[in-house]
């Protein structure tokens, strides 16, 4: 079984910074790519980004390029997402997840573990 548990969520002020992150456990953690997702109010589920098994390729939705940095420890089964120049529309719950596979997908479908999420709220 796998189990990944988020934290660093919180209120934050437009322009700020949070870091996010992601504790795992479980057999195959270093040899599969994770995610981050974040579903706000009223919205569907949208990938946010990812990174591959190594750490050495990153997947990043467009809205959140160069403003969000994902990256991991296999050594601490962490994940972290670290988030600047926070926007009001940055404001969802975020998911972690576990992929399938070492590809860092956008897909939701390529991850088959996920945690329970964190809230993160910008105020303008």
């Known amino acids: 079984q796998v189990q990944l548990v988020e934290s660093g969520g919180g209120s934050v002020q437009a322009g700020g910074s949070l870091r996010l992150s992601c504790a795992a456990s479980?057999?195959?953690?270093?040899?599969?790519?994770m995610g981050w997702f974040r579903q706000a109010p009223g919205k569907e589920r949208e990938f946010v980004a990812a990174?591959?098994?190594?750490?050495?390729?990153?997947n990043y939705a467009d809205s959140v390029k160069g403003r969000f940095t994902i990256s991991r420890d296999n050594a601490k089964n962490t994940v972290y997402l670290q988030m600047n120049s926070l926007k009001p529309e940055d404001t969802a719950v975020y998911y972690c997840a576990k992929g399938r596979s070492s590809y860092p997908s956008g897909n939701p479908s390529a991850y088959d573990y996920w945690g329970q999420g964190t809230q993160v709220t910008v105020s303008s």
């Open positions: 990174i591959d098994w190594s750490g050495g390729y990153t």
């Open positions: 479980g057999r195959t953690f270093s040899s599969n790519a």
